[in-house]
Nanobody, 115 residues
Framework: QVQLVESGGGLVQTGGSLRLSCAASGSIFSINVMGWYRQAPGRQRELVAIITSGGITNYADSVKGRFTISRDNAKNTVYLQMSSLKPEDTAVYYC?????????WGQGTQVTVSS
């Protein structure tokens, strides 16, 4: 089994920054995709950003230019640097690992942006 542990959520003002971290442990195949998803009240869970083990990234249009996803393969850790935060970024952010046709999820971390 794989476990994902997230950290870094919190309360920030509009225009502020946060960095989320997610460390994966367990039996992890070296070729995989890690990413961040978010879910706001009354909304469906949506993709924020993903990154392959080869470093290829994809972002939701709503966060392009503001968020940066990165990873450290040696540590099996993925990061999400969030800048210029807006109230509409408020959501629970979930870490995801997709490997060998399986999806694993973190527990979620709350990000709240006040206006």
């Amino acid at each position: 089994q794989v476990q994902l542990v997230e950290s870094g959520g919190g309360l920030v003002q509009t225009g502020g920054s946060l960095r989320l971290s997610c460390a994966a442990s367990g039996s992890i195949f070296s070729i995989n995709v890690m990413g961040w998803y978010r879910q706001a009240p009354g909304r469906q869970r949506e993709l924020v950003a993903i990154i392959t083990s080869g470093g290829i990234t994809n972002y939701a249009d709503s966060v392009k230019g503001r968020f940066t996803i990165s990873r450290d393969n040696a540590k099996n850790t993925v990061y999400l640097q969030m800048s210029s935060l807006k109230p509409e970024d408020t959501a629970v952010y979930y870490c995801n690992l997709a490997v060998r046709s399986r999806n694993y999820w973190g527990q979620g971390t709350q990000v709240t942006v006040s206006s």
